[in-house]
């Protein structure tokens, strides 16, 4: 695949140092981003589509065929059928009920368990349930040790036989970078954090749990993205729930891409603002929106929205697809609204520095509004970050539900996140950081050629580390699970609510701790179990290597 | 070694039905019941067509060669059948 191409740079002066470049190759990229980020830009001419992009975009999305399809809802209906007659004999106490009901005495109270809204969960999710939940008894790295199950009433209850079941090889973990390791010297740095601070932080940021590593963190992680301030918390999930709905109130109007996280949903709830959901990726459904809300400004008074928060994910982590970038910043500047990108999958993984999405597409960091992310996937700890503007930060320090009432990040977390953030920048002195970047990225393309090759549907952007495997039928979401395991190789496996119905999947997660021998041998299970359960549904012909240039640069490959 | 190939392979095929019917997922005496409910009506079908589908053949062969256009009176067929032929010329 061709490298990066740079347009022309102006000359400009940032942090002493003058940078002047004509035409960079990827290896001159590399050098820059080694010595710290120190804010090169580039020039793009944003008005037409087709040249905001710098190299291929090639993202997949096969559609299901339509036997499979077919068959699926079929399976699901004669599911749906048995979960009926299980019910009718838990109702009429022909068998032990082991989920929760009313007392005898409060039957004719108000229902208070909605027995449809479990249906699902009662009579599918428990049926297969031993694939999730999985206890682990080692650092979840490369390889990790999984305690067994058994279970002698179906999964309703298990217990653990007292073997261990180890070195399976982990394709579920987030661990992009491969920090999920507990020697080293993130493991020996965070130690020594612990022994000078304790592990508990006992107040809130406001109230004397601010430390200096807490200070020293986010002067890093603003470096780090190239913004000029940033503010960290303890959990992911909580910086975007708790943040948003201080961003956003009555009055505003957030656009919300169709897949977004919970937490992203839950935070434009928990605001108050007007929501309006546009359809997956898609810049049409997205400029169609905008105009809308600006012709028609707000839904009764039509007056003008307070403003406009555009709410998009580095990498869908379900999908596998990486959002477009360019072109989301090209409509937020011609249609004057602000854009909140959440990079808790993209930051560490993508771009050439470890940067996250902006770094991967080459755009300017000052163009992203607001600029979130988690340090749960590539950095091996815990919390989330906002990144922005000095002003956006201040004001968030004061007034963010997260900064008053959660508690702050615990000090050898902290620790964790400052040693492998310098490890990525290179300023830890050793090219650990960098041989990383480029083991995950080489690691995601074979893999993912690979797994196309082998004839399976794989969804998303071909630089994803994140490979869902469409697996479709829910008898197959069980076997599939418990056939890996089999074979000594974790996987996550997803259903509905996660997903669409029918369009059940395996989602692996490539790491840069996985050497080529362990993807061979994963890869080979792989095969092995798509045979056994004929898995293989693609009815493409994928090219080798050296022919899938044949993109062009706005072709998303929908079929 | 035949012999174990095809019990084999009968053995995947059976495998290859519980995944896709989604039968895997449920307990032996839930899986039991299925099989004998689909199996009576696979059986049932199968006797229906031995009986029936020779003669409803012959029959439609007779009444074009002596160019009759009433189908009763060449066969000896219930009245109910007759109904339902009638019902379906209409479509």
Known sequence: MQGVEVVKVDDFKYLGSTIQSNGQCRKEVKKRVQAGWSGWRQNHNVWHNASVYNKP??????????????????????????????????????????????RDEQKDFVPLYQDFENFYTRNLYMRIRDNWNRPICSVPGARMDVMERVTHDYNWTFKHTGTVLFDVINMGSYNYLGFAENSGLCANA????????????????????????????????????????????????????????????????????????????????????????????????????????????????????????????????????????????????????????????????????????????????????????????????AGGYIGGNKELIDYLRTHSHSAIYATSMSPPVAQQIITSMKCIMGEDGTTLGQERLCQLSKNTTYFRRRLQEMGFIIYGNNDSPVVPLMLYMPAKIGAFGREMLKRNIGTVVVGFPATPIIESRARFCVSAAHTKEMLDTALNAISEVGDLLQLKYSRHAWPSDEETNHFSYLDSHQD | MDVKNMREYMGWLYYQYLLITGIYVLEPWEKSIFNTVLFTMVAMVVYTSYVFVPIHIWCNFETRLKKKDKYYLICHLPKCTYRLLELSLIF
């Open chain 1, 57 to 102: 975009f090639v993202e997949s999305f096969e559609e299901t065929p339509l036997l499979v399809a077919v068959l699926t809802y079929m399976g699901y209906g004669i599911l749906t059928l048995f979960g009926y007659l299980r019910d009718f004999l838990r109702d009429w106490n022909f068998e032990k009920c082991h989920v929760a009901k009313e």
């Open chain 1, 190 to 381: 965070a130690v020594e954090a612990a022994m000078k601070y304790g592990l508990g932080v006992c107040g809130t940021r406001h109230e004397i749990g601010n430390l200096d590593k807490h200070e020293e963190l986010e002067k890093l992680v603003a470096r780090f993205l190239g913004v000029e301030s940033s503010m960290v918390f303890g959990m992911g999930f909580a910086t975007n729930s708790m943040n948003i709905p201080t961003l956003a109130g009555k009055g505003c109007l957030i656009l919300s891409d169709e897949l977004n996280h919970a937490s992203l949903v839950l935070g434009a709830r928990l605001s108050g603002s007007t929501i309006r959901v546009f359809k997956h990726n898609n810049m049409q459904s997205l400029e169609k929106l905008l105009r809308d809300a600006i012709v028609h400004g707000q839904p009764r008074t039509h007056r003008p929205w307070k403003k406009i928060l555009i709410l998009v994910e580095g990498i869908y982590s379900m999908e596998g697809s990486i959002v477009r970038l360019p072109e989301v910043i090209a409509l937020k500047k011609k249609y004057k609204a602000y854009l909140y990108l959440d990079e808790a999958h993209s930051i560490g993984a993508l771009g050439p520095g470890g940067r996250g999405v902006v770094d991967y597409f080459g755009l300017d960091p000052c163009d992203v509004d607001i600029m979130m992310g988690t340090f749960t996937k590539s950095f091996g700890a």
